[in-house]
C-alpha cells in the first residue's frame, strides 16, 4: 500500500514538471528572436532591408507600404521595396512572424521622393548563432529554479499528505 503512495507522489511531481517544461522553452524562444529594419527612414520607392535574427523558421514580414517578404530560414535577412505612392512624413508599423511569436518595428516614410532611387546595401549575414553551449543554452537559470522549487513542494505536499493519511487508517 506505501509503495502505491510513493509512486503517486513520484507521478504528480513528474507530471508537474513535464508541463512547466513548454512554457520555460516558448518564453525563451521569444527572448531570442529580434528584428530590424534599415533604414528606419526611407522616401517612397526606396527600398529596405529586413533582418530577423532567433528564429528557426521562415519569418514572414507584412506592412502597409510594401509587399509580404519572407525571410528564410537559412538567411537573416531580406529585402523590401517601398511603394511608389507611400505618404511622405507616414510612420508605418512593419510585423515580423516567427511561428506563433511576431515582433514589430517601425519605418517612417521621408517627405519627397528620390530622382533616382538607389538601392541600400545589403549587409550579409554573420552566419550561424553559435557558442551557446551547454545543456542551458536558451534557458533562465531564475525560470529553472522556479520551477525546480514548485515541483518540490508539489512532491513535498503530496509525501506528507500520503503519511498523514496513512497513520489515520492504522497502517
Request: hydrophobic share 40%.
Amino acid at each position: 500500500m506505501r509503495a502505491i503512495r510513493v509512486a503517486s507522489a513520484a507521478l504528480l511531481g513528474a507530471c508537474a514538471l513535464a508541463l512547466t517544461t513548454p512554457a520555460a522553452h516558448a518564453s525563451g524562444e521569444s527572448r531570442r528572436f529580434s528584428v530590424s529594419v534599415f533604414p528606419e527612414t526611407v522616401a517612397p520607392g526606396g527600398q529596405v532591408t529586413l533582418r530577423a535574427t532567433g528564429c528557426d523558421q521562415d519569418v514572414f514580414v507584412t506592412s502597409g507600404v510594401f509587399n509580404d517578404v519572407t525571410i528564410r530560414k537559412d538567411r537573416s535577412w531580406a529585402v523590401a521595396h517601398v511603394d511608389w505612392d507611400a505618404r511622405p512624413g507616414a510612420l508605418y508599423e512593419v510585423t515580423f512572424h516567427c511561428g506563433t511569436f511576431s515582433r514589430n518595428a517601425d519605418l517612417t516614410i521621408a517627405g519627397g521622393r528620390p530622382d533616382d532611387p538607389t538601392p541600400v546595401p545589403v549587409q550579409p549575414s554573420r552566419g550561424a548563432h553559435a557558442g551557446e553551449g551547454g545543456s542551458f543554452a536558451g534557458f533562465d537559470l531564475e525560470e529553472i529554479g522556479l520551477g525546480a522549487a514548485l515541483v518540490t513542494g508539489a512532491v513535498g505536499t503530496a509525501y506528507r499528505l500520503s503519511r498523514r493519511r496513512g497513520g489515520e487508517d492504522g497502517g
